[in-house]
């Protein structure tokens, strides 16, 4: 799957986090690295929930 070009916003927001990332020690890093993957399960989860909801496939609240 071809990725989309990043605008020039996005593409200064990686250099900045490049940048940020460089100057971390490696336990910093890793800190980072475990934060920002939870940040993406819970963003994956939103995704599915809102989509369920929006399909019409959650059961009815009761």
């Given at each position: 799957?071809?990725?989309?070009?990043?605008?020039?916003?996005q593409q200064f927001?990686?250099?900045?986090?490049?940048t940020q990332v460089?100057?971390?020690?490696r336990e910093q890093a890793q800190e980072?690295?475990?934060k920002l993957y939870e940040q993406?399960?819970?963003r994956e989860a939103t995704y599915q929930n809102l989509?369920?909801?929006?399909?019409g496939l959650e059961?009815?609240?009761a």
């Open positions: 799957m071809n990725q989309p070009q990043l605008s020039l916003e927001n990686l250099r900045s986090f490049e460089e100057k971390m020690s980072c690295l475990m993406m399960i819970v989509l369920k909801h929006q399909w059961p009815p609240a």
